[in-house]
């Protein structure tokens, strides 16, 4: 194959691992607006959320085979278990299982899942450490803060070229958080980053395998040791995120460096963080969100006599799969989805069960769905029209489905969300105080009464 | 900046993840010449020397410091201390320590250090896991032999790019040599090589920080847990390393395959180690060997009126640093090579010391020594004359170093260096028993000894 013919250096990069590490390490405590400040929370309640229900899949499983070779000492939770492990492998598998479902928060300007790196190593670090709610929640903002502005400084060459751009970016947003949270200078802070940008972690051709989840719980342990190596005195190159031969230069070659300081302490990244309401690929949403709205409306599965979905091309080609023959496929299926919709108003992981795809009254309703292609209709949006046994018409469109961040979800749909992911792993109550817990984070005492409250009993 | 201007995918790479984890499964033991198995000797040897020698090195302090956070179980040791840590924990921090003096062994087709990754993981799961010596030397020369030749793949442009080609490619050997020792079947291996080439660690803009030592240490620690994690059943693309958004094509647009798999099982990667004689880049190593061999001769420095050396235009430019500083700074000081051949007859981190580099002695020897540009004398070459007080000349060309490929270090010599590295942290009896030890790995019931061996009194 033929040689890299890479762009020259840059040698005039702006100093920004000098620049972040001065404002992880000194931007004041809650000093951003109380929707900031709301947003974290709703990250930090959603990722709880997403890494409970999935902490009995058969990846936690695995994951916890191998931490448990090392004989970790009990520091933390893994979350949604009885199992107690060193605060750097409860980062790691708390970062799978809250990518396991790929049910998390999206940065939809970089596609990052902001969260899964960053609180999966804040929440370890803080349980162990005795840190305050408050604490937390700084580190977080400023965490994301810092992983998807490198993102935006990479995207969207550095994932064109292969790169998993969550675990790539998580390292150094989660070496950022837990600088802050142990209370590092901006020295030391720079030497976490430092340190975090030789690991970035993971590749696109992962997808489908556990080694996805993987990448954003692999981010949170290397970025948690990162600062812990920093506070102990270890160095690395004051320049590693932007020097010729450093981080960003040497995995993307689009490399915009006013992405990573522009409004610096004015705008935060995490403002844009957006939470899947439904539990598969982003471009199916509008049609289930639609094909829930005509439920809302009193529509039944049995009246329906045809489903007319209009839909942008796009969306056939990734999910167009009419006949999916289990849970899997059927998280390719805009059929599936506009199914569930109609029948359970909601399509979380349940609804995309095996059981639940191969229920005969669901094969039938997906029959009855016929998508056509309108590209006149933005890949966001969608167009349904049920056609009823009575002849009658109930037309819904969806410009922007709920979940985006034109359509957020409510507080009251995370919970509901979060209650569809918990509730069969801790039970409805405690679910109920375990949510009530993650709104009240930034005046907690410290996470240790959170972090029981996610074990099951 | 511009966009990427990356090659194509290649969809039509050979399934090398496959290949090689059916060889890693199935490679009889013992299955090379008895010239391949000394030198896996030889390598191991060689590491354990480095590693010990490091073992007061603040890098592993700092590294303990940030391990320990972790309370870790008591599985295996840390060379040359009496620290024990977990096992991955253990390859972390032998890892970092065996680079620590830029002294361990070097894959010269590639540059890749190949021991710190692989051996480090290795020693730590074997010594806790009971593996014989048997197991270690097979598992070191087939991981060994991954790590190398995924390194023959994308070299040089990977480097060229800014990787540190022994951290990216160490993850992998280290896996695979982990998944032999763990007696893993062939699909289990693939899943480990897998999730391994999520894990690539390290940029060059490390080099001269902690970091770059890190790289080996934080690759040996990733390999030995994609082992462990593949134990127990975690999965990963079957096609990781070779796919279009897999770990090559994403860090390397060089991608020869035939690399990967020619001669597999008939040419081992381990046969082309070699080792340094000297504790400094490898281009004053002709300088020095030349000065010492004038040593040898019976010259002294106090016979000396000057020397005269001739060298390619290559080693001025990189170790042209007439007036050293500091023992960092006459690591790229030829003229401090000379002086330190002539007077001491080696080289070795002693003779780098801020003490000697500024001893009267010493500065006045180098003031002695004339460097000119020869471009006709290759860079692995020097010549070298002394010119004495009494007028006579005596002249030494060196064509190629000890330490080179072609004039490899006689085991006496491997000997002679690991004394100079571990007799002042274990002293001189207990390092020839430690030594010893290393040539008999290959019979031994198990590590444990050995690992005894390493640790001071």
Same mark, same amino acid.
């Given at each position: ?35 900031? !400040? ?5 990250? %930090? ?27 970790? #000492? ?64 700084? #580190? ?61 972690? @993971?590749?696109?051709?992962? $997808? ?5 989840? $993987? ?8 970025? +948690?040791?990162? #600062? ?49 309401? $439904? ?38 080609? +990734? ?12 998280? %390719? ?11 359970? @108003? ?14 005969? !009254? ?55 969300? %979060?209650? @569809? ?37």
């Amino acid at each position: 194959m033929a040689r890299n013919t890479q762009v020259a250096a840059d040698h005039n990069a702006p100093p920004i691992t000098q620049q972040l590490a001065q404002f992880v390490a000194t931007h004041p405590s809650r000093g951003w607006s109380d929707a900031v !400040d709301h947003e974290a929370h709703r990250t %930090f309640m959603n990722w709880v959320g997403c890494a409970v229900g999935a902490a009995g899949h058969e990846s936690a499983e695995a994951a916890l085979g191998a931490v448990g070779a090392l004989q970790p #000492a009990p520091q933390a939770t893994v979350l949604g278990r009885r199992d107690r492990v060193d605060m750097a492998s409860a980062a790691l598998v708390n970062g799978i299982t809250s990518h396991t479902f790929d049910f998390d928060d999206t940065h939809l300007k970089t596609i990052i899942h902001p969260a899964g790196p960053v609180a999966s190593a804040l929440l370890a670090l803080a349980e162990h450490t005795g840190a305050s709610g408050r604490q937390l929640i700084d #580190a977080l903002v400023l965490g994301i803060d810092v992983s998807c502005r490198i993102g935006n400084v990479m995207y969207p060459d550095h994932y064109d070229r292969g790169w998993h751009i969550t675990g790539s970016t998580g390292t150094l947003g989660a070496a950022a958080g837990c600088a802050r949270l142990l209370g590092l200078d901006a020295q030391r802070t720079q030497m976490a980053l430092g340190i975090a940008a030789s690991q970035p972690v @993971g590749m696109r051709e992962q $997808f489908g395998t556990m080694t996805k989840p $993987f990448h954003p719980g692999g981010a949170a342990r290397a970025g +948690l040791m990162s #600062a812990l190596l920093a506070r102990s005195g270890f160095t690395a190159s004051p320049k590693a995120i932007e020097a010729p031969r450093g981080m960003v230069q040497t995995i993307s070659t689009k490399c915009d460096w006013r992405e990573a300081t522009d409004e610096l302490g004015q705008r935060f990244e995490i403002s844009f963080n957006t939470y899947k309401p $439904f539990a598969c690929g982003i471009v199916i949403h509008p049609s289930i969100d639609a094909c829930a709205q005509l439920r809302a409306q009193g529509v039944t599965p049995e009246q329906v006599e045809r489903i007319e979905l209009k839909v942008h091309s796009l969306v056939l080609e +990734l999910t167009g799969k009419k006949t999916p023959a289990d849970g899997l496929q059927a998280k %390719f299926s805009v059929y599936h989805g506009c199914a569930a919709g109609l029948t359970f @108003g909601r399509a979380g992981e349940d609804e995309f069960s095996d059981e639940i795809v191969n229920r005969p !009254d669901m094969v039938a309703l997906r029959a009855k769905v016929v998508a056509t292609v309108d590209n006149s209709i933005d890949e966001a949006s969608a167009d349904v029209t049920a056609i009823l046994t009575d002849g009658r018409r109930v037309h819904v469109f969806v410009e922007h489905a709920i979940g985006s961040l034109q359509n957020p979800m409510s507080d009251a749909q995370l919970e509901g969300k %979060f209650h @569809g992911l918990a509730d069969q792993v801790l039970g409805a109550d405690a679910t109920a105080r375990l949510i009530q817990a993650c709104w009240q984070t930034g005046g907690a005492a410290d996470l240790r009464a959170l972090a029981r409250l996610a074990v099951p009993a």
